[in-house]
């Protein structure tokens, strides 16, 4: 799809007033055309040769129909673009929508890929960029169109060898409005890199003054400043090249299809093949062409830089999802919460596999901690389940039913996952915790919040549940965010529970509390814990250890600590680590 | 227009709303500047081009003057070629018509050019000012900001500078003289009928007055929905994975409806209105032009001569040109207050910006220092960043609220002739201490005069009292002016101390060549700041800090710095490449810099991360490392600091959860690193604090070191260290 059948696309997305707006602007027009003539039988009834009555009647009808038309064409147009406002605001508000559910349509693989910053300025200013072609291009474009076919037919009524003069005036001004406008496209992206980048240097200057004072390194940031700001100079001088030529052009056409006019016109009159009433209304037709040609030629040129921006929305708008739920996807009623991993690989791109052959089973109601160094795989073992990535080999079964056969929002409401990064809503801290379940009561939430050991703090806050978190929850700690997220998380009662290293930023006194609130729960529930923490090893029923995305020890601990080598020197290392603070504990 | 709350410190992209945010600002807004100054100074930028500016303009009113003038040529050709049947002087004057209308073009076109590329170049110097103004700007500025509205003034603000220098400026002068010559030449064709015409002015007054009126409103609506659609929808960007995790999609994208929907509302409302006013311009134009006719016709018909002058047809069609064109220039010049006021406020901020104080200049004469041990000594060092000397003293103050102290209790418990014994004494005091520069043997000389327990009084408590109470403006005259100023020099630190206050008071501190310093205390005891002090980040307000024997403040701050390898809290990356990052303290890269580079990152294993990735040392690294982890980027920026050698190194550990695995690998490094160097750790982790040296425990309530020692000693005092060790992994509870 091109970005000119796109606006089409969502222009017709109000039909009736596009089309009402269509005919209305016609009927405008038509008007328009109509009263110059009478303007022109209005400097008629100046001609001497007639008597002074039918002079003063002729004047005075013409004056009337002058009046009239104008305000039909008044009328009209503003019908017109009453119409045209519901349109081209329309159009934006569904390119939007468009736009946020193929973002919510999209996979977490998407969000890998694409980054945030760029994501966001594709919906909010790319969008933005458009909006003058969708509103200027719809109401000026028709009428501009209309008015220049309108003026032709004029021409055409009156005289065709100046009809034939218009026909080259017109095709001569918009063959170099387009050519202004190709020239100009290259410009135009080109100012608008620069002008990123230029940016961008400024930024990286201001957030990081520190590190560019500590390097001394003033001189080098300036250069690079100075590289942009003259990319972004010469670009615009080029831009102001090309634009400056729009209004001589227009100048020069309608300076020569006036001269033709009274030449030939004059010369008309002269041997008295044409009446002066006429060539008044062709000198009006001539000075009301200015406006549309001119208007035309800004719209290719809003139209180009429209363009690039709505290519980049397109790729969003046009990016397929890539999980999706199947045909004869089966919705979950109740869940036992068997997990069965069976034979697993999972690479984020086809050349590099994360994981490789993973298999393990945790039966309902047990816990799973995984043991495992960064990069080891253990945070892309459990995104999995939710089905959040889609196995590249093997197949996870949940009740011994593959996951790809659920419904995925069903799937999605019966795994409750607390993730390493926390992200919370700009919303009340109530609305956050009942996050996934809408219809929570205050009990609930309160219940989840205690049990994440958080309860006491919110009460501690003076709008309690109804305190806003900032946006990224920027004004709680990092370990309220984690205790937050878990409420999240429980509040949903999910079957299957997962918990990646979430309770890393909470101090060690309140994880025990949380820990011990947590073990009533995750007796009815599958618990999969990704963790550092020897006590939390120590409560699993099974312990998995995950190396380079191998499985390489998989049991439970009394089993591993004899039969495992790497188990037993994470074992004690983590112990000695963690013994080392809790002996300090002890001493105070 | 200026964003009152504090932003954090994030990459904020100006976005196209905000560009547009100025365009119907409304009403006068508050500058800092006088206009005259700040006209003063855009025309500062102009003056290398006087000659080309002045020929453009020259061109510009030859075009204006012409296009003025094309009608009335236009009549002529009418009424002296076309009517009287002359073929010859109609082909005649087409001729020179045609010629004129090519003159405008090409003048039009030469002096739109010309006009354009000075406004780009001018503006292109702003931003290099700009620039170069913030890269010597003293860190304080940047503390006191968001970042977001520095870009935008460097950004924005400046475009829409540009649009004043390159168009607007230019269009407004030219649409004045368009407007007085049309109104000329039209009195000359025919002043009855130009006195009809002027009808126009009042009619076109009320249409942009009421569009202004009106439409201001409907944009700010406009304006405030579009910002709600924008966070929504970056909110659900942002927050994709959590929503998708709980299935909420259907909520999220309601949400985001409503939002969007109002945004549709207020649009449809802006272009409904304008639907109803454009148009408006048309009617009245051809109405008008009948009227004229009309007019025109009944004196012609009925031969009816005023003033003496008949109407000719070249004359009514040249009419009709002439108020067809007319609302142009107008509406150029109805839109002058606004692009006026969004230009003089534009240009405020970016005059204010150019005029803040930089950073202090390096010493004339600097020291140099030539073989550098590392130690490193504070001596009785006071610093508070409100008494920082890089910040617009009397603008900060001003923005101080009015002390609470002086209430009327306590005035009315306090005689005013105890007030002028204290006035006395002060004075006394103060005379004295310049005689003697010392404070010895005041007390006793005042002693007799004044009751036993006020002599006991130090000067300085007696002028924190004074300073205190509300003094009635009566005695407040009879203080000697000497002592007037004292009091005031005192009320304003006061409220200096009220508003943040001194982050180190008296803080002295030795720190042997080779030897490690831990410092620890809870948030707001300075722990940062003293590394900020050192690097001469800030300038202390008091005592000194020295490095060798040789006070910070006597080398330059480069040389000062290149002795400095400093890891900050927060890692900041450059979009760049991994290798352009590590390197990025060299100009010039030699093989045995690279050779180097390889060799700390392996010593710090960073070298096997890099290995894994793609591109290793040649990957992109996005916006401040985005797509790297925080530990890796904390990585980077020591692997960063510690390529240039440095004498001294500094470590402010991050607070936030760096993953066990990380944690033990920038804990291993930094314990190879500190061999051979003076090394100070901001430690928030016991395993680093224990192998210290020396470790200090800050204050936030004593503003000093409260305890220090090393580990077992300090442990054995069992005071705030060991009760902060307790606290260490406890959360503090909210961070602001």
Do not use: C
């Not at chain 1, 790319?126 to 000026?140: H, P, R, S, Y």
């Not at chain 1, 002008?195 to 240097?201: A, E």
């Not at chain 1, 205050?442 to 806003?468: M, Q, V, W």
């Not at chain 2, 001003?398 to 209790?409: L, Y």
Request: hydrophobic share 45%; charged share 20%; no cysteine.
């Amino acid at each position: 799809m091109n970005s000119a059948r796109m606006i089409f696309k969502y222009w017709l997305k109000s039909k009736k007033y596009f089309l009402l707006q269509f005919i209305f602007l016609l009927l405008s027009t038509i008007f328009y055309i109509l009263a110059p003539i009478f303007i022109g039988r209005m400097v008629g009834a100046l001609d001497p040769s007639q008597t002074i009555s039918t002079n003063l009647n002729k004047l005075l009808i013409s004056f009337f129909f002058v009046v009239l038309f104008a305000l039909l064409t008044y009328f009209f147009n503003r019908a017109a673009r009453l119409r045209g406002a519901e349109v081209s605001s329309s159009a934006i508000y569904y390119l939007r929508k468009d736009i946020n559910n193929a973002i919510s349509r999209q996979s977490f693989s998407y969000f890998d890929k694409t980054e945030t910053g760029q994501l966001i300025s594709r919906t909010t200013s790319d969008v933005e960029e458009t909006q003058q072609i969708f509103g200027m291009g719809l109401t000026l474009g028709l009428q501009s169109t209309l008015q220049i076919g309108g003026i032709f037919i004029g021409f055409l009524l009156f005289s065709i060898e100046l009809m034939y003069f218009l026909i080259i005036a017109i095709v001569s001004s918009l063959i170099l409005s387009y050519y202004i406008a190709k020239k100009l496209k290259p410009i135009f992206l080109e100012t608008r890199d620069s002008f990123g980048d230029l940016t961008n240097t400024i930024q990286e200057n201001i957030v990081g003054a520190e590190v560019v004072r500590m390097f001394s390194t003033q001189n080098k940031e300036y250069q690079k400043f100075l590289k942009n700001n003259e990319r972004f100079y010469n670009a615009s001088v080029d831009s102001v090249k090309y634009n400056s030529l729009y209004m001589p052009t227009i100048y020069i056409v309608i300076g020569f299809m006036t001269t033709f006019t009274f030449i030939i016109g004059g010369i008309s009159i002269i041997e008295g093949m044409m009446k002066l009433d006429t060539l008044i209304t062709l000198i009006a037709y001539n000075a009301a062409l200015g406006f549309p040609l001119m208007m035309l030629g800004q719209i290719m040129l809003v139209y180009i830089q429209a363009d690039a921006a709505l290519t980049r929305v397109r790729e969003v708008l046009e990016s397929a999802p890539e999980i999706k739920d199947l045909p004869d996807a089966i919705p979950i009623t109740s869940l036992n919460g068997d997990i069965e991993v069976d034979n697993v690989s999972f690479g984020y791109t086809s050349g590099k596999r994360i994981l490789k052959d993973i298999s393990f089973k945790v039966p309902s109601g047990k816990i799973l901690a995984i043991l495992g160094t960064t990069g080891s795989g253990k945070s892309t073992i459990i995104n999995l389940i939710p089905r959040f990535y889609e196995v590249s080999d093997g197949s996870i079964r949940i009740d011994q039913k593959n996951i790809r056969k659920y419904l995925l929002k069903d799937l999605r409401r019966n795994v409750g996952i607390v993730s390493q990064e926390t992200f919370l809503f700009d919303k009340s801290i109530a609305d956050n915790i009942a996050y996934g379940k809408k219809d929570a009561t205050l009990d609930e939430i309160i219940e989840a919040a205690k049990t994440a050991d958080l309860h006491n703090f919110i009460t501690s806050l003076p709008k309690g549940y109804d305190t806003r978190v900032g946006e990224r929850g920027t004004r709680l700690s990092g370990g309220q965010k984690q205790r937050l997220s878990i409420a999240r998380a429980l509040i949903i009662k999910p079957k299957i529970l997962i918990l990646d290293d979430s309770t890393s930023s909470v101090d060690v006194e309140t994880e025990y509390r949380i820990q011990k609130a947590l073990s009533k729960i995750m007796k009815k529930t599958t618990s999969i814990i990704i963790t550092q923490r020897i006590s939390t090893i120590r409560e699993a029923d099974y312990i998995l250890i995950l190396d380079r995305g191998r499985v390489v020890g998989f049991g439970t601990h009394d089993e591993l600590i004899k039969s495992n080598v790497l188990y037993k020197q994470i074992y004690e290392t983590l112990y000695q680590k963690q013994t080392n603070r809790t002996n300090y504990e002890e001493e105070s | 227009m200026n964003k009152t709350e504090e932003e954090p410190k994030e990459i904020i992209k100006p976005n196209a709303s905000a560009r547009r945010r100025f365009m119907f600002e409304g009403d006068k807004s508050k500058l800092e500047h006088q206009r005259k100054e700040l006209w003063k100074w855009i025309i500062s930028y102009l003056k290398p081009f006087r000659g080309k500016f002045s020929l453009y303009m020259v061109f510009l009113l030859i075009g204006t003057i012409i296009s003025a003038l094309s009608p009335i040529i236009a009549a002529r050709i009418i009424d002296k070629g076309i009517i009287t049947g002359d073929t010859y002087f109609t082909l005649f004057l087409s001729t020179i018509y045609i010629s004129l209308i090519l003159l405008i073009a090409i003048t039009s076109y030469i002096s739109q050019f010309g006009m354009g590329k000075i406004s780009q170049k001018v503006t292109y110097e702003i931003r290099n000012n700009l620039f170069f103004k913030l890269q010597n700007m003293s860190l304080s500025y940047f503390d006191q900001r968001s970042s977001g509205d520095i870009i935008s003034i460097a950004t924005n603000d400046v475009t829409i500078l540009n649009q004043l220098v390159g168009g607007q400026f230019v269009q407004i002068i030219t649409s004045f003289v368009s407007i007085f010559l049309t109104i000329i030449f039209m009195f000359i064709l025919n002043p009855f009928l130009a006195l009809i015409s002027m009808v126009i002015f009042p009619l076109f007054f009320t249409i942009t007055h009421l569009f202004r009126k009106v439409a201001i409103g409907f944009f700010k609506e406009s304006r405030k929905t579009i910002g709600k659609v924008t966070s929504s929808i970056q909110e659900n960007i942002a927050g994709a994975k959590v929503v998708k995790a709980y299935g909420q999609e259907e909520r999220a994208s309601s949400e985001f409806d409503e939002a969007n929907k109002a945004n549709y509302y207020a649009m449809v409302k802006i272009r409904k209105y304008m639907a109803t006013i454009f148009p408006l311009i048309s009617l009245i134009t051809t109405v008008l032009t009948a009227g004229i006719l009309l007019a025109g016709g009944f004196v012609t018909l009925g031969n009816v001569s005023i003033f003496g002058i008949t109407v000719s047809v070249g004359v009514l069609s040249a009419y009709i040109t002439i108020l067809g064109q007319f609302f142009r220039p107008f509406m150029t010049l109805m839109q002058i207050q606004q692009i006026i006021e969004s230009a003089m406020a534009a240009s405020d901020r970016i005059y204010t910006l150019l005029e803040e104080k930089a950073e202090i200049p390096d010493p004339i004469s600097a020291k140099v220092f030539d073989k550098v041990d590392g130690n490193v000594e504070f001596s009785s060092v006071s610093f508070g960043y409100v008494f920082d000397n890089n910040i617009k003293g009397d603008s900060k103050l001003k923005t101080i609220k009015p002390m609470t102290t002086g209430n009327d209790s306590m005035v009315r418990r306090i005689p005013s002739e105890t007030i002028l014994r204290m006035v006395k004494l002060l004075e006394r005091m103060i005379r004295s201490k310049s005689r003697f520069k010392q404070s010895g043997g005041i007390e006793a000389e005042g002693r007799g005069m004044i009751s036993s327990d006020m002599s006991k009084m130090s000067l300085q408590s007696i002028l924190r009292i004074l300073a205190t109470i509300s003094i009635p403006p009566e005695i407040f005259e009879q203080i000697p002016k000497n002592v007037k100023d004292t009091i005031n020099e005192e009320k304003t630190l006061i409220q200096h101390e009220q508003v943040a206050g001194f982050v180190l008071r008296n803080f002295s501190l030795k720190i042997a060549a080779g030897t490690t310093l831990a410092i620890v205390g809870e948030t707001g005891a300075g722990k940062t700041t003293i590394t900020k002090i050192l690097t001469r980040f800030y300038d202390i307000n008091s005592g000194k800090i020295q490095i060798d024997g040789v006070d910070v403040r006597e080398v330059t701050k480069k040389d000062l710095r290149s002795l400095i390898g400093l890891v900050p809290q927060d890692a900041f990356l450059f979009t760049g490449t991994i290798r352009e990052n590590l390197l990025y303290a060299f100009d010039k890269i030699t093989p045995e810099i690279e050779e180097k580079m390889i060799r700390v990152s392996k010593f710090l294993g960073l070298h096997n991360f890099i290995e894994t990735l793609h591109k290793k040392y040649n990957t992109k690294l996005k916006e401040n490392g985005s797509n790297i982890s925080i530990g890796q980027r904390q990585l980077i920026a020591f692997a960063r600091a510690l390529i240039t050698d440095p004498k001294i190194l500094i470590l402010d550990e991050a607070t936030s959860s760096v993953d066990p695995y990380t944690e033990s690998l920038i804990q291993d490094a930094l314990n190879k690193a500190r061999k051979g160097r003076t090394t100070i750790i901001i430690a928030h982790r016991l395993s680093t604090i224990k192998n210290a040296d020396l470790i200090i425990v800050l204050s936030a309530d004593m503003k000093r070191i409260i305890e220090q020692g090393d580990h077992e000693s300090l442990l054995a005092l069992n005071g705030k260290y060991k009760r902060l060790l307790e606290m260490q992994h406890r959360e503090i509870e909210i961070d602001n």
